[in-house]
């Protein structure tokens, strides 16, 4: 472990510094050891990083950093020199601030084990410890050398004359610098750009009074300029006309003066009251449509109101007389307007002057629409206006007819907004604008809708989907659909609307739809559950057979069912219960299950068929062969019609119904179907003829090995023959249907002739 | 193989069966064939299938000679 030492440790004056802001100031000394003063920086074992630390010195507000330094502050920080703070004479200032800028003391400086700080004031180490430049632009005006120990305070500041020498004189002690500052200033620069133009200046004084004018002149004679304030008042007298200044009231009375009270011809001027009563006595008032002249009133009380409810006729109003031949005053005819004028208390009747002749002639039917037919005034203008665009197609100007297919081609083409609703035959088809086409109905064509909720088709001549439905269920279920006036049986079977229905109540009286008595099935149920195949694992001495079977869902009569039971029977009175329905007895030839007949309808592995007649499961066979006395039938007995024993084949049933007699046969020889043979041969044929049978009641059936080695027979038989489909190796030649046998392969071979037809049939193996 | 001349080609028979108006007779054997008017055919085939041939037929007592010219 190296330790970085110094011998001396100094800073300086920091009272006013906070403590985690100290100035540390070491010197560093490879000479002495064990100085009581030495700071011993004792960095642990963990790698003191200073390189994102920044060392800088700070002095009266001038932080400086390292490189700001002059020698001999020029202390390496560089991290690994500084952990080992190396021997020599170097001194400097160390600050540290971690990565984030901040101070870091040397307290929170972690590996470093600070021993001993120093405080007080600063201790002299050396004759300079800080060089201070002070700058004017780039000229170094100040070079201050600050010894350790030394604080320094700027005290004032003088700004000396362009020209003159900068001076700073401490006016402090030796430890503690004032420095005042004498600075000169600059000298004088260059004469500047021309300002802006300033604001204008301020109204000057009025001027002096003018001279007097001279007196103006009227007509060659001089006149008199009056200073009138109000108005002039103008006064002759003789020959002399005075003007002078008036009063503005004055002026109006004298013209209100010059108005008369009255209107005349020569004075059209009046007064507001005369041009107020003038107004009202001009106004008009209705008095009456009298028949003739002779009915006009004489007495006042017989005309009607006027407005003020006064019946007395006044000047300006007027009356009808519709026969006013009797007038007195003029000779007159017909109808006739009348105006009041004079005053009733003078003129009375004869106020009354006829005015004019009122047009009596009735209006036309025309004129009276053209009344009524709310044209306006500017209707009429632009009829004025558009007078030579109206009239027929052909006398259409052509600027008019170009206008008229503009209209109709913006009718096209905006029709929703310009077409009105239209009807045809009563029924909408164009409606706001929208075409419309309307439901077909009674004899009208039209649009054919197919709901559900139609099932007529007399209207629409199209079948709907529920008559589709109901032709559907006719064709699926093959049933008439529910008659409320027929009977029904438990079973029958019917359709509603809803579905495919079983009765499962007898309706012995006939009423309408109760879905209480019919049971809804389906098409596919009634297949899967016609014949129900299923297996029983019971118990061989378990009287109660259990078979399941899924796909019979109801049992009825008639019920098939194949059960494969995987124990043979040993019980008697057996019974089967098929799925959760009850158990019902089983039946062989009319009677119970025995401990004989058990092990023969219940045979483990050996499929059987069981019929329900409703209230037994009847065995209806099985197909395996049980017979155990085939050893006693014999040919010979079967020959002799004999054999009665062999449960499969009884030999009188051969001899009497379909063989015939049974015989040798060889090879090359021919059959003859009259002999009803029965052959059967494992030798070799070359060469077979078969002739007709000569009667409709001839059948043969043979068991012949058609082959010579293996080369196949040669047959020849009747071309007559005809082969049935089914037969084996059949081939078309000649457009024949033809029996080929081939080599190695026995034939039954069956004859027949049906009175029609003599057929063959062949089956190999 | 067997087979007829009708109006100058060849009719052959069918090897599965003979069929006449009376009766039908399979799997023919040669003296069935001989019996119902049938010849044997012997059937001189070109060796040079590059040429084009036409047949000549040649029938004599009891066969038909095919004999092949040369176009």
Request: net charge negative; aromatic share 8%; charged share 20%.
């Amino acid at each position: 472990m190296e330790y970085a030492r110094t011998k001396k440790v100094v800073r300086l004056k920091m009272t006013d510094c906070d403590k985690k802001e100290r100035l540390i100031i070491v010197q560093g000394d490879f000479t002495g050891y064990g100085d009581v003063d030495w700071l011993r920086i004792n960095p642990t074992s963990e790698v003191w990083d200073l390189s994102t630390m920044k060392a800088t010195f700070e002095l009266n507000g001038i932080v400086k950093t390292f490189d700001d330094l002059t020698q001999p502050f020029a202390i390496n920080y560089d991290a690994e020199q500084t952990a080992t703070m190396p021997l020599g004479d170097i001194e400097g200032i160390l600050r540290f601030f971690n990565a984030d800028n901040k101070p870091v003391t040397i307290d929170n400086l972690i590996p470093v084990t600070v021993v001993k700080y120093v405080h007080g004031d600063a201790v002299r180490t050396s004759n300079f410890e800080l060089n201070i430049e002070v700058k004017q632009g780039d000229e170094v005006v100040m070079n201050i050398g600050v010894e350790a120990g030394v604080s320094v305070e700027v005290g004032t500041t003088t700004t000396l004359p362009a020209g003159s020498n900068a001076t700073v004189t401490n006016s402090g002690s030796a430890n503690h610098l004032v420095l005042d500052f004498e600075i000169p200033r600059g000298d004088k620069g260059d004469e500047g750009p021309q300002g802006p133009e300033g604001p204008a200046g301020k109204d000057g004084e009025d001027g002096k009074d003018g001279k007097d004018g001279k007196d103006a002149k009227i007509n060659g004679v001089n006149t008199l300029t009056l200073n009138t304030t109000y108005g002039i008042s103008l006064s002759q007298s003789g020959n002399t006309a005075t003007i002078s200044g008036k009063e503005i009231t004055d002026v109006v009375d004298s013209i209100s003066s010059l108005i008369p009270a009255q209107a005349s011809e020569q004075n059209q001027l009046a007064d507001k009251n005369f041009v107020n009563s003038s107004v009202q006595t001009a106004t008009a008032n209705f008095r009456g449509n009298w028949a003739n002249w002779e009915d006009v009133p004489t007495n006042v009380n017989d005309y009607p109101e006027d407005y003020a409810q006064s019946k007395t006729p006044t000047v300006n109003d007027y009356l009808v007389v519709q026969d006013a031949s009797d007038y007195t005053g003029e000779t007159i005819e017909g109808t006739w307007r009348f105006k009041y004028s004079g005053t009733w208390s003078v003129n009375g009747k004869n106020g009354w002057h006829p005015e004019y002749q009122v047009n009596e002639t009735p209006l036309t039917a025309a004129q009276l629409a053209a009344l009524n037919s709310g044209i306006t005034v500017e209707g009429v203008s632009q009829i004025t206006t558009n007078e030579n665009a109206i009239g027929n197609l052909s006398t259409l100007s052509t600027s008019s007819k170009t206008d008229l297919v503009s209209a109709i081609n913006e009718v096209n083409s905006t029709a929703s907004s310009k077409v009105s609703d239209v009807t045809v035959d009563g029924t909408s088809v164009v409606t706001d604008g929208v075409a419309v086409i309307p439901n077909a109905s009674g004899s009208n064509y039209g649009v054919v809708k197919l709901t559900n909720s139609l099932v007529s088709i007399s209207n629409t001549l199209a079948a709907t989907p529920s008559a589709i439905n109901i032709l559907y269920r006719d064709i699926i279920t093959g049933v008439a659909t529910y008659d409320s006036t027929s009977t029904y049986a438990v079973g029958d079977k019917v359709r509603s609307s809803s579905g495919y229905y079983e009765c499962i109540v007898a309706i012995t009286n006939p009423h309408a739809w109760n879905a209480s008595e019919w049971q809804q099935i389906t098409i596919q149920d009634e297949i899967d559950g016609k014949i129900g195949y299923g297996t029983s694992t019971t118990a061989a001495a378990t009287v109660q057979k259990e078979v399941t079977i899924s796909t019979i869902k109801t049992l009825k009569v008639g019920q098939l069912i194949i059960v494969t039971p995987t124990e043979t029977s040993t019980v008697a009175n057996s019974t089967i219960k098929l799925n959760d329905f009850p158990a019902y007895p089983m039946l062989y030839d009319g009677v119970a299950i025995t401990t004989t007949t058990d092990s023969y309808v219940w045979r483990a592995n050996v499929p059987s068929w069981w019929l329900f007649d409703g209230s037994n499961w009847i065995f209806a066979g099985h197909g395996y062969d049980i017979n155990t006395t085939y050893s006693t039938v014999t040919v010979a007995n079967i020959i002799a019609g004999t054999e009665t024993t062999g449960r499969l084949v009884r030999s009188d049933y051969l001899k009497n119904g379909i063989f015939g007699v049974v015989t040798a046969y060889s090879s090359g020889g021919t059959i003859t179907p009259d002999d009803k043979y029965l052959y059967t041969s494992t030798a070799d044929i070359s060469a077979l003829t078969i002739v007709a049978p000569s009667s409709p009641d001839v059948r043969y059936m043979a068991q012949i090995n058609m082959s010579s080695g293996s080369t196949a027979t040669t047959l020849t038989y009747p071309s007559t023959f005809k082969v049935l489909e089914g037969c084996d190796d059949v081939q078309y030649i000649a457009g024949v249907r033809t029996f080929v046998p081939v080599a190695s392969k026995r034939y039954q071979i069956f004859i027949e002739n049906d009175g029609v037809n003599t057929v063959l049939f062949a089956k190999g193996i | 193989m067997y087979g007829k001349l009708v109006n100058g080609n060849i009719e052959y028979a069918s090897t599965k069966a003979i069929i006449t108006d009376e009766q039908i007779i399979t799997n023919p054997q040669r003296e069935d064939y001989l019996a119902n008017g049938y010849k044997e055919i012997v059937n001189n085939a070109p060796q040079d299938a590059e040429k084009e041939y036409i047949p000549e037929y040649i029938e004599q007592e009891d066969k038909i000679i095919i004999n092949y010219k040369e176009v």
